[in-house]
């Protein structure tokens, strides 16, 4: 602030240019029983008047008419001279004297709807047209100017702008302005980054020399990873079906870690499209600690469940179709943290109602896991960015390796356990029995262990099921990255595994495969990895 500037600065001026005209009537309404003189834009004006507001057109202010198809229409020293001078420099006020300049001292602006055009899918023009130009400059100098301009530029911000001015007997608070100031450079931060992203998709620029990152608050959380962790969820603006777009109808409010697992969770079930019929996954810490299709969804959820009932206990529950009364009271016999799908019926809602504690999320469908979309991932002094995995094998890119092919039914497990291998982090072991998984071994340094964990923990639910023989005995087993050396292939071999799906393409690929026939395993590579940290 500058030294003499008055603590709460009185509002009498206000400027009002808004797209979205939510509120606005009230608000004009709120600002005239203020005393506040409008002048406003062509639209913005015109809502003000027919609610019976006297306004003052911004072409009367600059003397010039709006022009270019509203390309310009408030770039004038009239209105950034009104918004920008130093109310308390001599020198800023004799040149408003001269130059016929008088003083804004409120300016309501929100923007182009451009996010939402490219949304929409408009064409390149379309979207350069709807690029806002003379909201970000007033924008930007008002906030500049906030020891004694106050910027408006949310619509939740109405009411707040109004409390703090009849606090303060017509006037803002220093600190209400410098927090709309900070609010306001955030919002051209975000448009500026939503322009730049699209424009270096439109015209193909995969590494853009500059990128810009952008989010809006949807939530303080109690903490982050860890309770001496402060953290917050921004969104990206995206309408992808997934835990920032889902509704939730009960429980508490989710945290951290369970938004990180649900979408880990939700992710992952997206997989399995509906022509899998009922799919269930199960996570823990990002993990899926079971994964299994069904003839019914709980069905699905049982063969899940019985992966691993151990890791199951708080979990978080992924489905791919909308959840039904028969699978919600399955899942109600143990403690659940999250469950999320793309609908829940009315029974469903009503037995999770007596589950205080369980987050129920419904979304409007599954995302498409096709979808050309960025990953991010902080590491000290950058960001990692890359296209998200949305790589996809079919049983048409497999390669046979093996004397032995796989049986049909090998087959359509091996396809299965290679979807949930990709969303295990690395090293990545996945043993499928007739679509459920029966053991999954995750995030070892080293893949033979993984193979051992996964096979150890198909013992271990035997054992606790009373079955004599391993649950991965005649299971196919998926790994995320190649064999670089027989152990790890024969350690799924000895637990069990006749078939195997996985990259190929290692150094020791022949003594690989020989080990492979010589156990009479058929094996296929899908030349793809999938490598998740
Ligand atoms: N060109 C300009 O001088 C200009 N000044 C304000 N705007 C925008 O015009 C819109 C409001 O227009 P209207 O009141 O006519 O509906 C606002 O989103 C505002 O940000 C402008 N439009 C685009 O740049």
């Avoid at 979205?20 to 015109?46: F, H, I, N």
């Amino acid at each position: 602030m500058t030294n003499n500037a008055p603590a709460n600065t009185p509002i009498r001026r206000a400027l009002i240019s808004v797209s979205d005209k939510t509120g606005l009537t009230d608000l004009g309404q709120a600002l005239a029983a203020r005393g506040v003189e409008l002048l406003s834009t062509g639209g913005s004006a015109k809502a003000l008047r027919d609610a019976g507001l006297t306004v003052t057109d911004v072409a009367d202010v600059t003397g010039f008419p709006e022009m270019m198809d509203g390309r310009v229409k408030t770039l004038h020293p009239n209105v950034h001279g009104g918004l920008l001078a130093l109310r308390d420099n001599a020198d800023h006020l004799a040149a408003m004297e001269t130059h016929d300049i008088a003083p804004i001292d409120l300016l309501v602006v929100n923007l182009y709807p451009f996010e939402e055009t490219v949304a929409k899918g408009a064409d390149y023009d379309t979207c350069i047209e709807n690029i806002d130009i003379g909201g970000p400059a007033m924008i930007r100098a008002a906030a500049k100017n906030h020891a004694f301009v106050s910027v408006v530029v949310d619509v939740e911000d109405y009411e707040k702008l109004l409390g703090d001015m009849d606090q303060h007997s017509g006037a803002t608070c220093p600190k209400f302005r410098k927090k709309l100031a900070q609010t306001a450079y955030a919002r051209t931060a975000a448009y500026d980054a939503a322009v730049s992203t699209w424009m270096a998709s439109a015209i193909g620029v995969e590494t853009p020399r500059r990128r810009a990152f952008a989010g809006t608050l949807a939530q303080t959380l109690r903490y982050g990873e860890n309770p001496h962790q402060s953290a917050a969820f921004y969104l990206d603006g995206s309408d992808r079906p997934g835990v920032a777009t889902a509704v939730q109808h009960q429980g508490k409010e989710l945290s951290y870690n369970n938004i990180n697992d649900t979408d880990a969770a939700f992710e992952l079930v997206a997989e399995l499209d509906p022509n899998y019929g009922p799919a269930c996954a199960i996570i823990k810490h990002a993990n899926p600690c079971g994964v299994a299709l069904g003839a019914t969804m709980v069905e699905a959820y049982k063969r899940a469940f019985d992966c691993d009932r151990t890791s199951a206990f708080g979990g978080i529950i992924a489905l791919n179709q909308p959840l039904d009364g028969a699978t919600a009271e399955e899942i109600s016999k143990i403690f659940t943290e999250v469950v999320i799908a793309p609908g829940a019926d009315a029974d469903a809602m009503e037995i999770f109602r007596k589950k205080k504690n369980l987050r129920l999320l419904t979304t409007a469908g599954l995302p498409d896991v096709t979808a050309a979309l960025l990953s991010y991932r902080q590491v000290s002094g950058g960001l990692l960015v890359q296209d998200k995995d949305n790589g996809h094998i079919s049983e048409n890119n497999l390669k046979l390796v093996t004397k032995r092919s796989p049986t049909d039914a090998e087959l359509a497990d091996l396809l299965f356990a290679w979807k949930v291998a990709k969303h295990v982090k690395s090293n990545a072991i996945v043993y499928v029995k007739d679509g459920a998984t029966v053991g999954v071994g995750a995030g070892q340094m080293s893949r033979v262990d993984s193979s051992r964990i996964a096979a150890r923990k198909s013992q271990d639910m035997a054992d606790a099921l009373g079955l004599a023989a391993p649950l991965a005995q005649g299971s196919v087993v998926a790994s995320d990255a190649f064999f670089p050396f027989p152990d790890g292939l024969l350690a799924a071999a000895e637990a069990g595994a006749t078939a195997v799906i996985h990259p190929g393409g290692s150094m020791g690929d022949k003594a690989v495969i020989k080990a492979a026939d010589d156990a009479g395993l058929a094996m296929v590579f899908t030349g793809m990895r999938h490598f998740r940290h």
